[in-house]
């Protein structure tokens, strides 16, 4: 069992930046592929961001390549989204979700994962 919470939402104008952090309680969060999701309003959870159980493989969706910035920390069994650049179509409630897997291919279906975490707001808007 693994319980995940996501912190640093909030507001920011565009072109701003936020980090997004989510703990994992339990001692087998190095065992757990990660990744980032978001659900904007009126829409279908979509894939932002992947990263493998050690760290060492990544990727994005598309829309945020190279303005977001996935990364883990396994000793504190946290991993991160670095968000810059903010555009207001990115706001959205984001997701962590874990995924008990060893390969570095990334999981962009929601449905591969089994553990979700509440979800914290991000908007970007002036």
């Known amino acids: 069992q693994v319980q995940l919470v996501e912190s640093g939402g909030g507001l920011v104008q565009p072109g701003g930046s936020l980090r997004l952090s989510c703990v994992a309680s339990g001692r087998t969060f190095s065992s757990y592929a990660m990744g980032w999701f978001r659900q904007p309003p009126g829409k279908d959870r979509e894939f932002v961001a992947f990263?493998?159980?050690?760290?060492?493989?990544?990727d994005y969706a598309n829309s945020v390549k190279g303005r977001f910035a996935i990364s883990r920390d396994n000793a504190k069994n946290t991993v991160y989204l670095q968000m810059n650049s903010l555009k207001p179509e990115d706001t959205a409630v984001y997701y962590c979700?874990?995924?008990?897997?060893?390969?570095?291919?990334?999981?962009?279906?929601?449905?591969?994962?089994?553990?979700w975490g509440q979800g914290t707001q991000v908007t970007v808007s002036s």
């Open positions: 979700a874990a995924t008990y897997y060893s390969g570095s291919y990334a999981k962009p279906n929601p449905y591969e994962y089994n553990y």
């Open positions: 990263i493998s159980r050690g760290g060492l493989s990544t």
